[in-house]
């Protein structure tokens, strides 16, 4: 739905495990300012590509940004772990495709002056060719200060003249000792039991 607000939780890159190369190149590119203004996560389902998508849109929306992480104690962090900031946008499809209207629908919203804004575009190989060109417009001229974070288990699906303006970063599936490590954090269950989960 468009502009549809997530479940809130506190995301930092501090809390995912695994991805040791997305971690340095994300973090490298916020550190010297060369963070592209729109951004391609790929990957296989489950490679964590939303958490890694949110934890980058809240960095980007954080009011301290302090070493390249979000501070999860200013006014931003907090409505972004709560579900409710103004700045964020989530786009998923409705029903087969992301449409045009859905991105109509938020187009007059990243031209408004002053603050930050990122939207979030979650399986963005189901858009439309018409909504793949309304992006396209907004992209060959975006808006200062207005970022998008793509998610997509299938980019050559996208318009290639889309992928070549994203700075894109591949997400590898976890190994077993991050599974097993993350089993341990998110539940309470001994280790071999988390260690035969992880398998």
Same mark, same amino acid.
């Given at each position: ?124 190989? =189901?858009? $439309? %060719?018409?909504?793949?060109?309304? *992006? /396209?417009?907004?992209? @060959?001229?975006? &808006?200062?200060?207005?970022? #998008? ?24 599936? =976890?190994? $077993? %000792?991050?599974?097993?490590?993350? *089993? /341990?954090?998110?539940? @309470?269950?001994? &280790?071999?039991?988390?260690? #035969?989960?992880?398998?």
């Amino acid at each position: 739905m468009t502009g549809e607000k997530e479940w809130g939780s506190e995301l930092s890159f501090e809390l995912l495990l695994g991805q040791h190369e997305l971690r340095r190149a994300i973090t490298g590119a916020l550190h010297d300012g060369s963070m592209s203004h729109a951004i391609l996560l790929t990957g296989a389902p489950g490679s964590g590509k939303k958490s890694w998508g949110r934890a980058l849109a809240q960095v980007l929306l954080c009011s301290k940004n302090i070493a390249a992480e979000s501070c999860l104690q200013c006014d931003s962090c907090r409505r972004f772990s709560s579900g409710n900031h103004p700045d964020y946008y989530l786009l998923q499809p409705e029903g087969r495709n992301i449409k045009i209207e859905q991105i109509r629908a938020l187009r007059s919203r990243f031209y408004l002056q002053g603050t930050t804004k990122v939207c979030m575009i979650e399986k963005a190989e =189901m858009m $439309t %060719a018409e909504s793949c060109s309304s *992006l /396209l417009k907004i992209l @060959e001229d975006p &808006p200062s200060e207005l970022y #998008f974070i793509l998610l997509s288990e299938q980019p050559r699906l996208l318009f290639s003249t889309i992928v070549s303006r994203c700075q894109r970063y591949h997400l590898h599936p =976890m190994d $077993t %000792a991050d599974l097993k490590a993350l *089993l /341990l954090r998110e539940n @309470e269950m001994n &280790p071999e039991k988390a260690a #035969f989960l992880a398998r």
